[in-house]
């Protein structure tokens, strides 16, 4: 597996692997990265269908990236996703997954098409005072301190920083700031999570800094994630034959790890209540989703709070994760993860509304028509003063293919699950959907004597409580998550947010559809180089441009210096003068 840039590769098929047609696949999991690596062992990897096994506990497959109508309940989305245009490997599957909304189109070109005519920012990123603009005016705030800080830490390396907290290299000028409020939320960052995470973060998404503020930066689905992105790649790999095996729960995976060369012997299996295994041979390759941020989930109702289910279940992702890790050290520390879910926790709840009281609500703070079909919120809106840090969106409506046209389906969440809410007196974690949805009308303004009436009769709320939902953020350090392929592996692979890749950062889609994507080509030998991780790390026009903004527009002279850097700082603007550096500094507003 090697790793490549520009169209040279992307546009070549490769050939077909040596013995492909002796091997077949398990999947253990049907998370977008277990789906992920069936295409591209069905498209370029050329491996029947039929020899490829997808193994899922539940009845529907999509892992974290769902959506769906629960009967006698209502709509639910446990999360969502913001796209970035530089996700590679996800673009470079979805190119050839066709659209289940448009006839004779991709699901990218689908994507692309929708984003072009119907661009994504938001009007207002967030509130204070129920409902009133925060004025943050896209400002983020940072002192010459703080921008110094973030500095440092872009600098710094990776090693320095293992099993350090945020809270640990910045200071309260950093965590006091609009930018701080714009990433924790957008990111959904606590200060005592990893800030090696951070870093990765900050290196991987330079090119968008200036369009955090306003959410110009990213992009969304026409519909829900699973219908807009799951759905088709589930179809694709039915019409290929390929094999999914629901209601089937992996326990344990075994392995030979006597020699250098390790290989999985068994999958331990409970199938219709009974346990089963099966046997592997060297050509059967397995693909591992190890560790799982929605495990643990739980749903409520209107009228009944998510429980908080923090203990891990066994036959769950973690508990399986443990199984496998204790059988070689280079499978990972599951426990550097989900040891503690109070540092791992957060809610989210999915509004309906059911007549037309909330809506204008929503219109006055976002600045559009709801139900024009069109970017809505575009991204969250944060409730700055709020005791939860509450944000909710609503994206383009209909979000549901089935959904009633005279109903918006929006999502909630927030940080804070164990703190009492502003109007709700009781933590985010004890309430109802109808008080989840009390407390967020009560920050969008609307009358306190309408608050109760509206939530019990103008919406339905679903809560979901996810108690390991940001494990992937805790401080750790070099061999916690296990290689996407370990050393020596002969047959297995792991994927997903709890693998181990170069430079990519977790909690994104393109994370798991990158792990999948390497190790397929691994396994299988496929001439085709994986797309690297986009540049702008290394692209001097990104990085101007993220220090102008992170800035606020002050220029390199109205830096708060000593003297004798003001000097030098002088001497240096006289050598460039006449170059290109000075025309860059000029073009991003520096000087």
Same mark, same amino acid.
């Given at each position: 597996?090697y790793?490549?840039k520009?169209?040279?590769?992307?546009?070549? *098929?490769?050939?077909?692997?040596?013995d492909?047609e002796r091997?077949?696949?398990?999947?253990?999991?049907?998370?977008?990265a277990?789906?992920a690596?069936?295409?591209?062992?069905?498209?370029?990897?050329?491996?029947?269908?039929?020899?490829?096994?997808?193994?899922?506990?539940?009845?529907l497959?999509?892992g974290?990236?769902?959506?769906?109508?629960?009967? /006698?309940?209502?709509?639910?989305?446990?999360?969502?996703?913001?796209?970035?245009? *530089?996700?590679e490997?996800l673009?470079d599957?979805?190119?050839?997954?066709?659209?289940?909304?448009? %006839?004779?189109?991709s699901?990218?070109?689908?994507?692309?098409w929708? $984003?072009?005519h119907d661009?994504?920012?938001s009007l207002?990123?967030?509130?204070?005072n129920r409902?009133?603009?925060?004025?943050?005016?896209?400002? +983020?705030t940072?002192?010459?301190?703080g921008?110094?800080?973030?500095?440092?830490?872009?600098?710094t390396?990776?090693?320095?920083?293992? $099993?350090?907290?945020?809270?640990?290299?910045?200071?309260?000028e950093?965590l006091?700031?609009n930018?701080?409020l714009y990433w *924790?939320?957008?990111f959904?960052?606590?200060?005592?999570?990893?800030?090696?995470e951070?870093?990765?973060?900050?290196?991987?998404?330079?090119h968008?800094?200036?369009?955090?503020?306003? +959410?110009?930066?990213?992009?969304?689905?026409?519909?829900?994630?699973y219908?807009?992105m799951i759905?088709?790649?589930?179809?694709?790999?039915?019409?290929?034959n390929?094999?999914?095996?629901y209601?089937t729960?992996?326990e /344990?995976?075994l392995?030979?790890?006597?020699?250098?060369?390790k290989?999985?012997t068994?999958?331990d299996i409970i *199938?219709n209540n009974?346990?089963?295994?099966i046997?592997?041979?060297?050509?059967d390759?397995?693909?591992?989703?190890?560790?799982?941020?929605?495990?643990?989930s739980t749903?409520?109702?209107?009228?009944t709070?998510?429980?908080f289910?923090?203990?891990?279940?066994?036959g769950g992702?973690?508990?399986m994760w443990? !199984?496998?890790a204790?059988?070689?050290?280079?499978?990972?520390h599951?426990d !550097?993860f989900?040891?503690?879910?109070?540092?791992s926790n957060w809610?989210s709840?999915?509004?309906?509304?059911?007549d037309d009281?909330?809506? @204008?609500?929503?219109?006055?703070?976002c600045?559009?028509d709801?139900?024009?079909?069109?970017?809505?919120t575009g991204?969250?809106?944060t409730?700055?003063?709020?005791n939860?840090?509450?944000?909710?969106? +609503?994206?383009?409506?209909?979000h549901f293919?089935n959904q009633?046209?005279?109903q918006?389906v929006?999502?909630?969440?927030a940080?804070f699950?164990?703190?009492p809410? $502003?109007?709700?007196?009781?933590?985010?974690?004890?309430?109802?959907?109808?008080?989840i949805?009390? %407390?967020?009308?009560y920050?969008?303004?609307?009358?306190?004597n309408e608050?109760e009436n509206?939530?019990e009769?103008?919406?339905?709320?679903?809560?979901?409580?996810?108690?390991y939902i940001?494990?992937?953020?805790m401080?750790?350090e070099?061999?916690d998550? @296990?290689?996407?392929?370990?050393?020596?592996?002969?047959?297995f692979?792991f994927?997903?947010?709890f693998?181990?890749?170069?430079?990519?950062t977790?909690?994104?889609? %393109?994370?798991?559809?990158?792990?999948?994507?390497?190790?397929?080509y691994?396994?299988?030998n496929i001439?085709r180089g994986?797309?690297?991780v986009?540049g702008s790390?290394?692209?001097?026009?990104?990085?101007?441009?993220?220090?102008?903004?992170?800035?606020?527009?002050?220029?390199?002279?109205?830096?708060?210096?000593?003297?004798?850097?003001?000097?030098?700082?002088?001497?240096a603007?006289?050598?460039?003068?006449?170059t290109?550096?000075?025309?860059l500094?000029?073009?991003?507003?520096?000087?």
């Open positions: 597996m790793y490549s520009g169209n040279y590769e992307s546009l070549a *098929r490769p050939e077909k692997p040596k492909v091997k077949s696949a398990y999947l253990i999991g049907s998370g977008l277990s789906l690596a069936a295409a591209f062992l069905v498209r370029d990897g050329q491996m029947e269908g039929k020899r490829i096994h997808i193994l899922e506990k539940d009845s497959a999509g974290a990236c769902d959506g769906y109508e629960y009967d /006698n309940t209502g709509f639910v989305i446990r999360g969502g996703r913001e796209v970035d245009n *530089r996700y490997c673009w599957l979805f190119h050839s997954i066709p659209s289940l909304e448009t %006839e004779g189109a699901v990218l070109d689908e994507f692309y929708l $984003n072009k661009p994504n920012s207002t990123r967030a509130t204070v409902g009133e603009d925060a004025h943050t005016d896209g400002k +983020f940072l002192s010459n301190k921008t110094q800080e973030l500095m440092k830490l872009f600098f390396p990776d090693e320095a920083l293992y $099993n350090r907290r945020i809270s640990e290299v910045f200071s309260e950093v006091n700031s930018f701080w *924790r939320t957008m959904a960052f606590e200060n005592w999570h990893s800030a090696l951070m870093k990765l973060y900050i290196k991987r998404f330079i968008h800094i200036g369009g955090m503020p306003d +959410f110009t930066a990213v992009r969304f689905t026409k519909l829900n994630q219908e807009s759905l088709p790649l589930v179809k694709y790999l039915e019409a290929h390929v094999q999914f095996h209601g729960k992996v /344990n995976i392995f030979d790890t006597k020699t250098a060369k290989a999985a068994r999958i *199938r009974q346990m089963e295994h046997d592997l041979t060297e050509d390759l397995v693909f591992i989703t190890n560790g799982g941020c929605v495990e643990n749903i409520g109702n209107q009228n709070p998510a429980a289910n923090y203990e891990i279940k066994k992702g973690w508990d443990r !199984k496998i204790v059988q070689d050290p280079s499978f990972g599951p !550097k989900c040891y503690d879910a109070e540092q809610m709840a999915t509004v309906t509304t059911l009281r909330i809506p @204008p609500y929503i219109q006055k703070i600045k559009r709801p139900f024009s079909g069109k970017v809505v991204g969250i809106v409730a700055k003063d709020s939860w840090l509450l944000s909710w969106t +609503f994206n383009r409506q209909p293919r009633p046209k005279d918006l929006g999502w909630i969440y940080l699950t164990d703190k809410g $502003n109007y709700v007196k009781k933590p985010m974690r004890d309430c109802t959907g109808k008080e949805c009390m %407390e967020w009308l920050h969008i303004g609307v009358p306190e608050i509206m939530a009769n103008s919406a339905n709320t679903v809560p979901c409580m996810m108690p940001t494990a992937f953020f401080p750790r070099a061999g998550r @296990p290689a996407v392929i370990p050393a020596g592996s002969a047959n692979a994927l997903g947010q693998a181990e890749t170069k430079r990519d977790i909690f994104t889609i %393109e994370y798991s559809v990158r792990t999948a994507m390497e190790s397929v691994t396994l299988l001439d994986v797309p690297e986009w790390t290394y692209d001097v026009r990104d990085l101007l441009n993220a220090t102008a903004k992170l800035g606020d527009g002050k220029k390199i002279t109205d830096l708060d210096l000593d003297p004798k850097a003001k000097a030098m700082l002088g001497e603007f006289q050598k460039i003068a006449g290109d550096i000075e025309k500094l000029k073009e991003y507003q520096l000087i």
